[in-house]
T-cell receptor, first 113, second 116 residues
Framework: RKEVEQDPGPFNVPEGATVAFNCTYS??????FFWYRQDCRKEPKLLMS???SGNEDGRFTAQLNRASQYISLLIRDSKLSDSATYLC??????????????FGTGTRLKVLA | EAGVAQSPRYKIIEKRQSVAFWCNPI?????LYWYQQILGQGPKLLIQ????????DSQLPKDRFSAERLKGVDSTLKIQPAKLEDSAVYLC??????????????FGPGTRLTVT
């Protein structure tokens, strides 16, 4: 079983639609959680961190469910510019006290006009 | 604040040749990461440095890959000899040390390597 699993998609949605992605992780000791966005042929960029209480940033909402070990990303009112790959990232603290980031394979989103 | 710098941006080499990539992290970031990203996959950690010490190199193919971070700032990643399966994007990232505030990773633009 992969440490971080995502549906690779692609998700093809019309402009204005609401779309949700889920990500599951296997290590119950995972500390922090992030969603990164990666445009084609570009580097990953932080979209948002995921807090235990859930958090929202404009049209984007992230949720964490520690009991079921999954995180989600909801995008409302999709824009053409939202087309990208969304990477789920889980952070584990090693016994040495250093961080280890584990990436999912990413979910491709294509927003259609 | 300047971002993570990497060079070259693109490299095409023949198999069995050698290649080196360079990374300059964000000033003050003690932790530096090298990732390999193959098309359609998420980044895979190759090696992680804390200052100039190696924290994790468990997924680095040490028979052909090497990396160093002299003086705890810049880093180089070398492949010698290259194989066809090394064709990928090599991403460098940096972050603050644990306990130094928010620890998100910042990525450089990557080096796209093609091995023919």
């Amino acid at each position: 079983r992969k440490e971080v699993e995502q549906d690779p998609g692609p998700f093809n949605v019309p402009e204005g639609a609401t779309v949700a992605f889920n990500c599951t992780y296997s290590n119950s000791a995972s500390q922090s959680f992030f969603w990164y966005r990666q445009d084609c042929r570009k580097e990953p960029k932080l979209l948002m961190s995921v807090y235990s209480s859930g958090n929202e940033d404009g049209r984007f909402t992230a949720q964490l469910n520690r009991a079921s070990q999954y995180i989600s990303l909801l995008i409302r009112d999709s824009k053409l510019s939202d087309s990208a790959t969304y990477l789920c990232v889980v952070n584990i603290i090693r016994t040495s006290g250093t961080y280890k980031y584990i990436f999912g394979t990413g979910t491709r989103l294509k927003v259609l006009a | 604040e300047a971002g993570v710098a990497q060079s070259p941006r693109y490299k095409i080499i023949e198999k069995r040749q050698s290649v080196a990539f360079w990374c300059n992290p964000i000033s003050g970031h003690a932790t530096l990461y090298w990732y390999q990203q193959i098309l359609g996959q998420g980044p895979k950690l190759l090696i992680q440095f804390q200052n100039n010490g190696v924290v994790d190199d468990s997924q680095l193919p040490k028979d052909r890959f090497s990396a160093e971070r002299l003086k705890g700032v810049d880093s180089t990643l070398k492949i010698q000899p290259a194989k066809l399966e090394d064709s990928a994007v090599y991403l460098c990232a940096s972050s603050r040390s644990p306990g130094q505030g928010f620890h998100e990773q910042y990525f450089g633009p990557g080096t796209r390597l093609t091995v023919t």
